[in-house]
């Protein structure tokens, strides 16, 4: 059984899949598995995971069901106590498996790490804004704006999802918003200083290029929490007061958009909950 299990899921990247896949064929840390979830692509994705058929398990999907079923599947293929996830448009340099898994080491009772990453945007470096640094340790308040972990920079233990679940497959996007909520909401995630990832943004190929309104998704997360009686009352609050904000926003760009009973639904909402928080 490896130590790692590393988990790419794709969809018609041909090229750059083979790039990702590539970058953990180079890591110095040799004692992993690789398991890339082809989601239904139909370009020459398959041509192209053949070419590392030896170093690679592969898993082909005859229709593309979107990356939170890619990721489950992968996670429920895997055997290894750690897991470690790495998006087909990003790719890793070559110390990152070994920094994590020698914190994990170091760290026995730590149950999830991340790295940090450079950012490249329509070919040119750039830096990330204040909004999305990277905290270290207890970051469940300051992700309720936005995720602040990326999936390309992150390992976990494996027995973390028999605690908190899977992906949530009927989220499009924001699936990990959703995931590291919940996980954050009970365990620290702990920051590795180090840039270990180079991570890609900006191509229309995205799925947050490509679907408008991702903090109604964010919305649902939230709610799904509050209802999960999970959280502390502090935490609870916390939820309540940025859900408070977020539903005032979408919901009056709903009435501008003309979409009034929508808008009312979400400026409504957080009244309804009101009593989770007691």
Not at 147 to 155: F, I, N, Y
Not at 245 to 255: P, Q, T
């Amino acid at each position: 059984m490896a130590e790692v299990s590393v988990i790419i899921p794709t969809y018609n990247r041909a090229q750059k899949v083979a790039r990702a896949i590539a970058s953990v064929l180079y890591q110095t840390f040799t004692d992993y598995e690789i398991i890339v979830v082809d989601d239904g692509s139909s370009d020459s994705t398959s041509e192209a995971l053949s070419l590392f058929r030896p170093h690679i398990v592969p898993i082909i999907q005859d229709k593309n069901r979107g990356v939170s079923a890619a990721r489950n599947m992968g996670i429920q293929a895997s055997s290894a106590p750690l897991i470690a996830f790495l998006d087909s448009d990003d790719y890793w340099l070559p110390e990152k498996l070994a920094v994590q898994t020698a914190f994990f080491k170091a760290e026995p009772d730590a149950v999830a790490c991340q790295t940090q990453e450079r950012w490249i945007r329509k070919g040119r470096p750039v830096n990330p804004g204040k909004k999305h640094l990277k905290r270290n340790g207890l970051i469940f308040e300051p992700s309720l704006k936005l995720c602040l972990v990326s999936p390309s920079a992150a390992m976990v233990k494996r027995a973390l999802f028999d605690e908190v679940g899977l992906f949530d497959e009927a989220l499009p996007v924001c699936e990990d918003y959703d995931l590291w909520l919940r996980i954050s909401c009970r365990h620290p995630i702990h920051l590795l200083k180090r840039a270990l990832v180079i991570k890609e943004g900006g191509s229309p190929d995205q799925l947050s290029s490509s679907i408008s309104g991702m903090d109604r998704f964010r919305i649902q997360s939230m709610v799904k929490l509050l209802q999960s009686g999970r959280l502390t009352r502090e935490q609870a609050r916390a939820v309540l007061a940025e859900m408070t904000v977020k539903c005032e926003i979408y919901g009056k760009g709903c009435i501008k958009r003309g979409k009034t009973d929508e808008g009312e639904h979400y400026l409504q909402l957080p009244a309804g909950l009101r009593s989770l928080c007691s």
